[in-house]
């Protein structure tokens, strides 16, 4: 509201992206710098920390990668100075209308590629990655964890006090995997069973308006979602990314 108020003559557009992720092409595919939203869960995956979470498997992750975010704040910029327009507007840049992906197509990708390029441990092994185990409720996912997890490690405690610490390292293993499992879960609730979509009108306004102007290089300035194959992507693209630019 105060920019909206303080603006004066000066064109104003908000920039509101989902969930960004590594480039799609430019500077380089895959490029990315710290921890992104999804990239937490992709990184304990990877490590063997991720036995199971929570969501529904058939929602909808609204992700963007980085150079189409660029790009669209590029194009939205000039356009808007361009046009003479003192109207504020907001361009939504993501996927979910366009092509969305699910969080399956997420599941499996990561699969895939740890499957072929395993992560190797501190001690020089590889860790060999399964299909997580994906709970529907929160009840489901209590109870898989206190059966699979919480009790077995009480149990283990009492066996650890009467054999002088004999299971430490496990007991910690063990207790440092479930918080880390339960953190995950805190943080992406608001996300995990979201069945909205964000209306990216305005965003498809633009490119079609940039795609028939001679002053504007698409081919360049790009930001269309649906040149993007989802499962390549995330295969070839941004894991590998991810474990180069950030997992190093």
Not at 35 to 49: F, N
Not at 117 to 143: E, Q
Request: aromatic share 12%.
């Amino acid at each position: 509201m105060i920019l909206i108020q303080e603006k004066e003559d000066i064109p104003l557009v908000f920039i509101r992206p989902t969930i960004v992720t590594s480039t799609f092409k430019e500077p380089i595919p895959g490029w990315v710098e710290g921890i992104r939203t999804i990239d937490s869960l992709a990184a304990a995956y990877g490590k063997g920390r991720l036995p199971c979470f929570l969501g529904d498997p058939n929602s909808i992750v609204d992700v963007i990668p980085a150079d189409m975010v660029v790009n669209a704040m590029l194009v939205a910029a000039m356009a808007r100075s361009n046009d003479g327009n003192d109207d504020v507007t907001i361009y939504h840049v993501g996927s979910s209308v366009k092509n969305p992906v699910k969080f399956t197509c997420l599941h499996e990708a990561g699969y895939e590629y740890f499957k072929r390029h395993p992560w190797v441990n501190k001690d020089g092994d590889p860790v060999i990655v399964t299909h997580v185990k994906v709970l529907d409720s929160m009840a489901s996912f209590k109870r898989y964890i206190t059966i699979h997890y919480s009790l077995p490690l009480k149990g283990l405690e009492l066996v650890n006090m009467a054999f002088c610490q004999y299971f430490k390292g496990t007991c910690m293993d063990m207790n440092r995997k479930i918080n880390h499992v339960l953190r995950l879960v805190d943080i992406y609730r608001p996300y995990l069973f979201f069945k909205g979509v964000y209306d990216d009108t305005n965003t498809e306004k633009l490119r079609i308006a940039a795609e028939g102007s001679k002053g504007v290089e698409t081919d360049l300035f790009y930001f269309d979602p649906k040149v993007i194959n989802w499962e390549e992507y995330f295969k070839n693209t941004h894991l590998p990314g991810v474990v180069k630019y950030v997992l190093k």
